[in-house]
């Protein structure tokens, strides 16, 4: 089950330039122009995927936007197969009917179309998250070849027990 967060066009300003579904790290002094940060005090990473003109399917949602929060698990349930990072998928749609100003919709946390899983195991996640992720900045691309968002969950928590990923990235309140 998914939660729905509805907002106005002064909250969609940290995503406003993404362009051809090209994968963007928000860097920290970006996330209060967002339209919620998922586990704010533990998030230490944020990307985001979109194009305004082109929407794709994600988590059954037409989005024009894909925003993947990473956030430290203090407490992993490792018995279960949790490492240390948690990944929380969500979607951005724009309302063909907007309600006063509220002219976006984000839906999630979903499990799902993240761009790994959401219980990673934190060395993969650490390595692919550093692999992707263009700077933050205006974007020059068309919306074309878009492609699927989601790519499969790479390695298992077997192979990474013992590491412990580096402190979090605290974002500085305003």
């Known amino acids: 089950m998914s939660n729905s967060y509805y907002f106005s066009e002064d909250r969609f300003e ?23 940060v998922h586990r704010k005090d ?28 990473l956030a430290h698990e203090p407490n992993p349930e490792r018995e279960k197969g949790e490492d240390s990072i948690n990944i929380y998928h969500f979607t951005i749609a724009k309302l063909k009917n907007p309600v006063g100003d509220l ?5 999630g946390p979903y499990g799902r179309q993240a761009l790994l899983g959401h219980w990673p195991c934190e060395q993969d996640a650490l390595d692919f998250y550093s692999s992707v992720g263009l700077p933050f900045d205006l974007g ?32 500085q309140q305003p």
């Open 14 to 36: 940290a995503m406003r330039h993404l362009k051809g579904w090209e994968i963007r790290d928000i860097p920290p002094e970006h996330w209060d122009k967002l339209p919620v």
């Open 42 to 69: 533990d998030a230490f990473a944020v990307f985001a995927s979109g194009c305004l003109e082109q929407p794709k399917k994600l988590n059954g949602n037409l989005s024009i936007a894909g925003i993947d929060f």
């Open 103 to 107: 002219q976006y919709k984000m839906d």
């Open 140 to 171: 020059t691309s068309e919306c074309s070849d878009i492609t699927e968002f989601a790519s499969p969950q790479t390695g298992s928590p077997a192979h990474c027990q013992g590491y412990i990923p580096e402190p979090h990235h605290q974002p």
